[in-house]
């Protein structure tokens, strides 16, 4: 993601950086000493005798050498400090490649149990699959509403509206497993423990991207039945029904006050 990307940037510039200082400072120190040296035999003439030369040596040798020896020990450790950060962020790379790699292959699996999902009315000999399915799936909630005749809309009427759609067999194992799939794609990014809360946030807003309208809307009710009872938090913490307004769902008297009310404002706004 984008995310890993920009966290490589900046230990890039830190390896530059620290290696300007291991080339930087030792040859400084060289040149302060050769400096120093020349300026406090400045007025001496040159010596031609061999043994002076070889004293010059052994005191400018004693004195860079353990510079630079402890220099090349710091670029050692450096090495070994880059080499197993490199190691360990390339594991990390890998394991968030096979993170996604699951992610997007429950979101197939998902994808297939919606295109799996058909409606055939016989009365005009026409079948709907697929997310077409959903938005006869919210109108029959809101046709039961209006049967029960309770108004202003409650958790309990909307739930018993939810529940005769429900608990119609087929119904109730094509939306049943569409629901447990999509809880089981949440809480596999919700307890993944790569990620941090920023990097769940933004893998929960690409699944919430998938979710059309009249989804969102199923799972609304979904999540005030007791058969969604767990997907409940996963709807608060990652505002699964930002999308959703009182006007997708039809219902007679319910405002978008009345839907905060029943889950949270944190389920319709992002913090």
Known sequence: MAVEA????????????????FAG????????????????????????????????GDFLGGI???????????????????QIRHASETARFTAIQRFEAFLFELLR???????SIDLHDAKNNRTT???????????????????DRNFPPTKESLVNAYNVFYERRKR????????RNLFHIFKYIDSSELLTDEQRIQYAKLVRAQLSVPETGLLFYNGLHPAGEGFRKYILKYTLLQELTADD????GLSQDAMHGLYGIDAFVEK
């Open 6 to 21: 920009l966290t490589l940037s900046p230990k890039r510039d830190q390896s530059s950086a620290a290696i300007w200082w």
């Open 25 to 56: 400072l030792p040859s400084a120190l060289a040149i302060f000493v050769l400096v120093t040296f020349v300026w406090n035999f400045r007025n001496h003439d040159i010596s031609s005798v061999v043994e002076h030369w070889g004293q010059t």
């Open 64 to 82: 860079l050498n353990p510079v630079l020896a402890f220099a090349s020990l710091l670029v050692v450790c450096y090495t070994l400090r880059v």
């Open 109 to 115: 699996l998902h994808s297939d149990t919606v295109a």
């Open 129 to 147: 699959v697929g997310r077409d399915c959903f938005s006869a799936f919210v109108n029959w909630v809101r046709l039961n509403h209006g049967k």
């Open 172 to 179: 109730k194992i094509e939306v049943g497993h569409y629901f």
């Open 249 to 252: 769902l039809h219902i007679h």
